[in-house]
């Protein structure tokens, strides 16, 4: 790296960090007016008072440069633990036995919600049969998998939410809300992931966005989609695998911004597949990625395989491939077929 580069990275690296604090310190300066608005009606609550003051313990931090560093170890908390609660004095792995058992039984509750939130999985309508493969890295998933009926048509959507465990998962069910909101509004495609796009730039912090591919499908194999910032959407045919790229940026980077449509049909027995990186960005025990090549040389050889099928052979190989190395990454395939 050049000296400019080195010199651009550390003014990036410096006005992210301090974008960050100062949404950080309006956000407990916005937490401590409440507290002190309710604890002046409650003078006596005790527990008020130990917030505000821990409130005021995180101010401190921020000033003196000690914010989001274990107090135990001294190495960094998780950022997305910090954006949940900016309060956090400890990383994970000096958490207290009774704050673990809290933060377990809040990722049960979480996998839950989540596991409740995906479609069906025997999912079929006039024309089309879909399947799909929903694993978490843990307990929770940063990955989004959602099918919506709509005037005649469905709606496909498959992403990807930056981050990992709760904060990730949080965002993945405020995009589901989202778009199952909008749906019923008659929007155009490209309208309907503006919307989106500002609801979500609007309600998340610096840092935080998501990839994603919007689809629309009707019965005569005619098919819309968005593809914001996704990993290549893959078109399966008889004649072979035609792979197409992202037509725009993540949502969630820019408020405003615009999501180009795009435009193809299926032949009968045609199959759309999408997946998150999960799947690309799986290794083997030599360090070697997995990769687009092989993904898409994968979807060829299982052009006309049942769906089910395509998919256990896509985790085998996969799965052969890593030779036992751990997945630390959530994975999500869906698999779109015109009968």
Wanted: net charge negative.
């Amino acid at each position: 790296m050049d000296f400019t580069a080195a010199k651009r990275q550390a003014i990036e690296e410096q006005t992210m960090a301090t974008t960050e604090n100062s949404y950080f310190l309006t956000e407990l300066q916005n937490r401590r007016e409440k507290l002190a608005s309710v604890r002046h009606e409650n003078t006596s609550e005790a527990t008020l008072r130990e917030l505000l003051h821990n409130v005021d313990e995180a101010i401190a931090r921020l000033e003196e440069g000690t914010f989001g560093i274990c107090e135990e170890c001294n190495e960094s908390i998780e950022a997305e633990r910090l954006i949940c609660d900016p309060l956090l004095r400890f990383c994970l792995d000096h958490l207290s036995q009774q704050e673990q058992r809290a933060l377990e039984s809040d990722l049960v509750l979480a996998a839950q919600i989540q596991r409740a939130l995906l479609p069906c999985a025997d999912w079929s309508r006039e024309g089309w049969r879909a399947r799909y493969h929903y694993q978490p890295a843990g307990m929770v998933s940063g990955d989004y998998c959602d099918l919506i009926e709509a005037d005649g048509s469905f709606l496909f959507l498959v992403g990807d939410v930056s981050g990992k465990g709760v904060a990730a998962s949080m965002l993945m069910s405020h995009l589901h809300a989202t778009f199952r909101s909008l749906v019923g509004r008659n929007l155009s495609l490209r309208e309907l992931v503006q919307h989106a796009n500002r609801l979500f730039s609007e309600s998340t912090t610096a840092g935080q966005y998501a990839t994603l591919v919007v689809g629309r499908a009707w019965p005569d194999g005619r098919v819309e989609y968005v593809s914001a910032g996704h990993l290549p959407l893959l078109h399966v045919s008889s004649s072979g695998v035609s792979s197409r790229r992202a037509t725009g940026v993540p949502l969630g980077m820019f408020t405003t911004t615009d999501f180009p449509v795009c435009e193809l049909t299926l032949a009968p027995g045609d199959t759309l597949f999408v997946y998150t990186d999960g799947l690309t960005e799986s290794f083997n025990k030599a360090g070697d990625e997995y990769g687009m090549r092989r993904v898409e040389e994968l979807a060829a050889r299982h052009a006309q395989t049942d769906l089910d099928q395509m998919l256990a052979s896509c985790l085998e190989e996969m799965h052969s491939f890593s030779g036992g190395a751990k997945h630390t990454d959530d994975l999500t395939m869906l698999a779109l077929r015109r009968e």
